[in-house]
C-alpha cells in the first residue's frame, strides 16, 4: 500500500492531469449546453415558447468519447509518467532498491495508473449526470450507465498494460506517448473497419457494456468475447513482465 501511495503522489503532483480533466469537463459543458440550447430552441420555433427541458441531456451521451478518447489518452501519460520518464531519469533505481520484487513494483505502477484513469473516467461520469440533473433529466439511466462505465473498465486495463508494455520497449517518455497513441489508433481502425481481424483486438470491446447490458447476443458468444480480453490482456502484462524483469538498470 505504502508503494502504491507513493506511485500516486508522483501522478498527482503533476498539475497536467488537472489541466486535462478540465479541459474534458469543459467539453462536456459545452456538449451539454449546446444539446439543452438547441433543443430548446427546437421547442421554441414549434411552441413559441423557450422550454428548458426540452433540450434534455442525457448521462449515456459522452459515454463513448470517455471510454474510447480520454481515458485512454490520460493513462498514456500517466505510463509515460511511471516508466520511460523514471527510467531514463534513473530515479526508478530508488524504488528499486526498497524491498519489493520487481514484478510487485509493475503492479503497483500499473494499479496507479488505472486508479488515476479511474479518477478522470468517473470524474466525467459524474459531469455528465450532474448536467443530466440540471437540464430536467432527473436520475433517468443513471445507475444503467454507471454499470456500462464499470463494465468498460475491464476492456480499459487491457490498454493500460499495452501501454506499459510499449513504454518499456522504448526509450523517451514522449516516444513512449506518440507510439501508445499510434498503435491504439491503428487497433481501433482495425476495430472499426475490418472484422474479421478486430473481432480479436480488445479495443473492440471497449465499450462493453453494448454487448453485455440488455443483450441477446447467446452465452457462448460472451464466453469468447470474454476470453480474448482477458487473454489479451493477460499475454500483455506477461510480456510486460518479462521485459521488466529483464532490464539493467
Given at each position: 500500500?505504502?508503494?502504491?501511495?507513493?506511485?500516486?503522489?508522483?501522478?498527482?503532483?503533476?498539475?497536467?492531469?488537472?489541466?486535462?480533466?478540465?479541459?474534458?469537463?469543459?467539453?462536456?459543458?459545452?456538449?451539454?449546453?449546446?444539446?439543452?440550447?438547441?433543443?430548446?430552441?427546437?421547442?421554441?420555433?414549434?411552441?413559441?415558447?423557450?422550454?428548458?427541458?426540452?433540450?434534455?441531456?442525457?448521462?449515456?451521451?459522452?459515454?463513448?468519447?470517455?471510454?474510447?478518447?480520454?481515458?485512454?489518452?490520460?493513462?498514456?501519460?500517466?505510463?509515460?509518467?511511471?516508466?520511460?520518464?523514471?527510467?531514463?531519469?534513473?530515479?526508478?533505481?530508488?524504488?528499486?532498491?526498497?524491498?519489493?520484487?520487481?514484478?510487485?513494483?509493475?503492479?503497483?505502477?500499473?494499479?496507479?495508473?488505472?486508479?488515476?484513469?479511474?479518477?478522470?473516467?468517473?470524474?466525467?461520469?459524474?459531469?455528465?449526470?450532474?448536467?443530466?440533473?440540471?437540464?430536467?433529466?432527473?436520475?433517468?439511466?443513471?445507475?444503467?450507465?454507471?454499470?456500462?462505465?464499470?463494465?468498460?473498465?475491464?476492456?480499459?486495463?487491457?490498454?493500460?498494460?499495452?501501454?506499459?508494455?510499449?513504454?518499456?520497449?522504448?526509450?523517451?517518455?514522449?516516444?513512449?506517448?506518440?507510439?501508445?497513441?499510434?498503435?491504439?489508433?491503428?487497433?481501433?481502425?482495425?476495430?472499426?473497419?475490418?472484422?474479421?481481424?478486430?473481432?480479436?483486438?480488445?479495443?473492440?470491446?471497449?465499450?462493453?457494456?453494448?454487448?453485455?447490458?440488455?443483450?441477446?447476443?447467446?452465452?457462448?458468444?460472451?464466453?469468447?468475447?470474454?476470453?480474448?480480453?482477458?487473454?489479451?490482456?493477460?499475454?500483455?502484462?506477461?510480456?510486460?513482465?518479462?521485459i521488466f524483469d529483464k532490464m539493467d538498470f
Amino acid at each position: 500500500m505504502i508503494a502504491l501511495k507513493n506511485e500516486l503522489i508522483k501522478l498527482f503532483s503533476k498539475k497536467k492531469y488537472i489541466v486535462f480533466l478540465i479541459i474534458a469537463l469543459a467539453i462536456v459543458l459545452v456538449r451539454f449546453l449546446g444539446t439543452i440550447i438547441i433543443g430548446g430552441m427546437a421547442h421554441w420555433a414549434l411552441n413559441n415558447g423557450f422550454e428548458l427541458g426540452k433540450g434534455m441531456a442525457s448521462v449515456y451521451d459522452m459515454v463513448s468519447f470517455n471510454v474510447r478518447v480520454f481515458t485512454p489518452f490520460m493513462v498514456f501519460l500517466a505510463v509515460s509518467d511511471l516508466f520511460p520518464s523514471e527510467i531514463q531519469e534513473d530515479t526508478i533505481k530508488s524504488v528499486l532498491s526498497q524491498p519489493i520484487t520487481r514484478g510487485r513494483v509493475l503492479a503497483v505502477k500499473s494499479v496507479a495508473v488505472l486508479i488515476i484513469g479511474c479518477i478522470c473516467y468517473f470524474s466525467l461520469y459524474l459531469m455528465c449526470l450532474f448536467m443530466q440533473l440540471i437540464s430536467g433529466g432527473g436520475f433517468n439511466n443513471a445507475f444503467t450507465v454507471f454499470l456500462a462505465y464499470v463494465i468498460d473498465l475491464i476492456p480499459l486495463m487491457g490498454v493500460v498494460i499495452m501501454s506499459v508494455c510499449i513504454s518499456l520497449m522504448l526509450k523517451g517518455p514522449a516516444l513512449s506517448l506518440l507510439v501508445s497513441v499510434i498503435v491504439y489508433l491503428a487497433l481501433t481502425y482495425l476495430s472499426y473497419y475490418n472484422g474479421t481481424v478486430g473481432s480479436f483486438m480488445f479495443t473492440s470491446y471497449l465499450e462493453w457494456h453494448k454487448l453485455l447490458l440488455g443483450s441477446t447476443v447467446p452465452f457462448y458468444v460472451i464466453v469468447s468475447k470474454t476470453g480474448i480480453v482477458a487473454g489479451s490482456i493477460l499475454i500483455l502484462y506477461s510480456i510486460s513482465y518479462i521485459i521488466f524483469d529483464k532490464m539493467d538498470f
